[in-house]
């Protein structure tokens, strides 16, 4: 298997297009800014999506599925949301093509255009809420705790393979409520249900934080997120949770009766993920081999290749290694027997290696004649010789100590790279040498904010929900502040 790998060094973003598409995770297609998500790719994508909707459903919700297409007119009923996404919506202006009569082929008909033009979903509060309006007619109809799993379109201008693309898989939570307090505490608990899931199972640590006005979710009160930082010093937002106070409820009219039978306005909140956890995972762990997944949601965790020449007691081989696969998957490991006959060992190797899978097993004669087995772990490459007796009480332990490894050395990295800046020119430093988080001082203004990512190109990830206050001075205006805020170059 060609490896060829551009080095992080080199060309991190290079480097990172290799791993997705030689690692099999995904492949550009034909419609420009679109992605073909490969088997290995969604198979990793659906072990994300079960554990996190397991999550979801052990706090309450339920699934549902609304329309792809949204009527134009519904997105101006709430002008921040519109104004927020005006720019990256596709509009669906016509129901059908024709053949042309001067010969041209295939052009739309213009008899068939639509009376309401129709917005391809950028994300779904608008098509929702209008549907919640039907749904909820009194306190007994609360709370209602909702979440989607489907795919969006945004038009964008500059695409990468997951980070970034036209259409992309995520969920989308979206859930109503009768005070102001439970719809934020809602919206919190959904933080920290994100916080918990990037943490324990994508071994990526995360900063959680509240965004700033600029930043916020269009038609939000206010956005809660987590914030991630990949190897080359950007932070990457690995999920946000919304609190949308009464802004959808009164666009929308979405009103109960309490118990007074006093008609209020609902509270509400959205939430979500997506496939861009894919490229934060590429991109936290991987190294210039190939894929470092964690063995929490490694699609394969244990792959057994076995080692031979020719057919000589292949048979003998092979039953143990199918023997072992067996065990290993009653004690609920996922494993994979490498048997194709068609790559040499040497190859199979590099391609799981490549893949990122957590432990490799390879098994020759002189190991099945000594009742041994080699395992070699992905993470630190370390190799060592096991008897097969307890061999799947040991990998159990080797997967929760990789998987911890994993994590300890993401947070390693992470506060190394958190540092302090009390000046601007400090801040310019930082950014350039050493990357990562910033926290320094400013003035709680949108036009500093402005100002500094029109000169420095970072922006505020988020206002630590850890913060403390610290008197100090804004490093751009030099105005008083009275906390340090989260900043850094981003994805």
């Known amino acids: 298997m060609s490896k060829e790998i ?8 290079q480097w990172y297009n290799d791993l997705v ?24 994508w659906e072990k994300m999506r079960d554990q996190l909707d397991k999550m979801f459903k052990d706090t309450g919700h339920v699934n ?3 329309p792809l297409f949204i009527p134009k ?77 489907a795919n969006v ?28 307090q439970e719809a934020v505490a809602e919206a919190r608990q959904m933080l920290d249900v994100y916080a918990t899931f990037v943490e324990e199972y994508m071994a990526v640590p995360v900063i959680k934080g ?51 039978n006093k008609m209020e306005y609902v509270w509400a909140t959205s939430w979500g993920v997506s496939t861009r956890l894919i490229g934060g995972l590429v991109m936290a762990h991987g190294d210039d081999e190939g894929l470092i997944l964690p063995p929490r949601i490694a699609p394969v965790q244990v792959v057994i290749v076995p080692i031979y020449k020719g057919e000589e007691r ?23 027997f490498d048997d194709n006959d068609n790559k040499k060992p040497g190859f199979k190797f590099a391609e799981h290696e490549m893949k990122g899978v957590p432990v490799r097993m390879a098994m020759g004669l002189r190991d099945l004649d000594n009742n041994s087995i080699e395992v070699a772990r992905r993470d630190t490459k370390e190799k060592i010789s096991r008897p097969m007796d307890g061999l799947v009480e040991y990998t159990g332990d080797l997967l929760v100590n990789i998987q911890q490894s994993m994590y300890q050395k993401a947070l390693a990295y992470r506060e190394q790279h958190i540092t302090r800046a ?28 402005e100002a500094i990512k029109d000169k420095t190109k970072a922006t505020i990830r988020c206002i630590p929900l850890d913060t403390v206050e610290e008197e100090g001075k804004c490093i751009f205006s030099g105005k008083p502040s009275h906390q340090r805020v989260l900043f850094a170059r981003a994805y």
């Open 210 to 260: 509240v965004k700033t006005p600029n930043e916020r979710f269009a038609g939000a009160v206010d956005t809660y997120c987590i914030e991630a930082l990949m190897q080359d010093g950007k932070a990457l937002q690995a999920g946000t949770s919304h609190f949308l106070g009464q802004n959808f409820a009164k666009a929308f009219e979405v009103k109960y009766a309490d118990k007074n």
């Open 422 to 449: 009390d000046t601007l020119q400090e801040f310019e430093h930082l950014l350039d040498t050493k990357g990562g988080f910033i926290l320094a001082h400013w003035d709680g203004t949108a036009e500093t904010e």
């Open 21 to 44: 598409i030689k690692g099999g995770l995904a492949d550009h297609s034909e419609v420009k800014g679109c992605m073909v998500i490969k088997p290995y790719g969604f198979a990793l």
């Open 6 to 13: 551009t080095s992080r060094e080199q060309d991190y973003s």
């Open 64 to 66: 549902a599925y609304f």
């Open 153 to 180: 379109v945004r038009w964008e201008m500059r695409t990468r393979l997951f980070l970034r693309t036209t259409e992309f898989l995520w969920q989308e939570g979206h859930t109503a409520h009768a005070t102001e």
């Open 73 to 149: 007119s519904f997105l101006s009923k709430e002008a921040s949301h519109v104004a927020g996404f005006a720019k990256e919506c596709a509009v669906v202006t016509h129901y059908r093509l024709m053949n042309d009569p001067n010969g041209g082929g295939i052009i739309v008909d213009p008899a068939a255009k639509l009376e309401e033009e129709l917005i391809v979903r950028p994300t779904s509060e608008t098509i929702i809420w209008n549907t919640y309006r039907d749904w909820i007619k009194s306190y007994r109809d609360l709370p209602l705790l909702i979440n989607q799993w």
């Open 314 to 336: 292949k048979s003998e081989l092979d039953a143990k290694a199918r023997e072992l696969a067996a065990q290993l998957k009653a004690a609920g490991i996922s494993v994979k």
